[in-house]
């Protein structure tokens, strides 16, 4: 099955610097990565996704970038605020597959910006 | 929007106990899933359900159960709950209704399961 880890397990960024979260995924049939944020006491949503077929996306502040013969994915935060600090999740999937949209997780990843 | 909610917020167990978390969306979705959130173990997938007492397997199923006799509504059942088990139970649901992809999870708010 998918094994997909993520680094690093806690960011410490000051407000307005960027962050870069890092996954590596093992199943080269993974061609779904999305990221989910969760805020503190609250449930993970979606933020951003990027498909197999395209190198980057980009969403205002937040970008994602695939490189698919590494086998892994990053996410990009630039001008970080205080309302960024959540913990982010990483997860890949083989959409369209037989994974009745499971998606395997990574560990997450703590991300705090200090005014 | 896709609501989906849990039926406690805050649980409390005894060793031994019967537990039953349940979960409901009204999003007409197919898929559900039952996680369990462990700081730096990120979700861990229990169980999933892709139709209506369809179920299979996830990372770590052991220990649980489920039942899915509704569309809307998701169960999971600790037979006999262990202190190991205390964590965070996330349920999710995704599937090709509203505007949203099929991969997309919606996630309810969580139950926070102590086992004393």
């Known amino acids: 099955g998918e094994n997909v880890e993520q680094h690093p397990s806690t960011l410490s960024v000051q407000e307005g610097d960027s962050a870069v979260i890092k996954c590596t995924y093992s199943?080269?049939?993974?061609?779904?990565f999305p990221w989910y944020k969760q805020e503190l006491g609250k449930r993970p949503q979606l933020i951003i996704d990027?498909?197999?077929?395209?190198g980057e996306k980009k969403d205002q502040r937040i970008a994602v970038t695939l490189n698919k013969t590494a086998k892994h994915f990053s996410l990009h935060i630039t001008e970080t605020q205080p309302e960024d600090s959540a913990v982010y999740f990483c997860?890949?999937?083989?959409?369209?597959?037989?994974?009745?949209?499971?998606?395997?997780f990574g560990q997450g990843t703590i991300l705090t910006v200090h005014p | 929007d896709v609501k989906v909610t849990q039926s406690s917020r805050y649980l409390v167990k005894r060793t031994g106990e019967k537990v039953f978390l349940e979960c409901v969306q009204d999003?007409?979705?197919?898929?559900m899933f039952w996680y369990r959130q462990d700081p730096g173990l990120g979700l861990r997938l229990i169980y999933f359900s892709y139709d209506v007492k369809m179920k299979e397997k996830g990372d770590i199923p052991e220990g649980y159960s489920v039942s899915r006799e509704k569309k809307e509504r998701f169960s999971l059942i600790l037979e006999s709950a262990s202190t190991n088990q205390t964590s965070m139970y996330l349920c999710a649901t995704s599937g090709t209704s509203g505007t949203s992809s099929y991969n997309e999870q919606f996630f309810g708010p969580g139950t926070r399961l102590t086992v004393l």
């Open positions: 999003m007409d979705h197919e898929n």
């Open positions: 990027i498909r197999s077929n395209v």
């Open positions: 997860a890949a999937t083989d959409a369209g597959g037989t994974s009745y949209g499971k998606l395997t």
């Open positions: 199943d080269s049939a993974s061609n779904y």
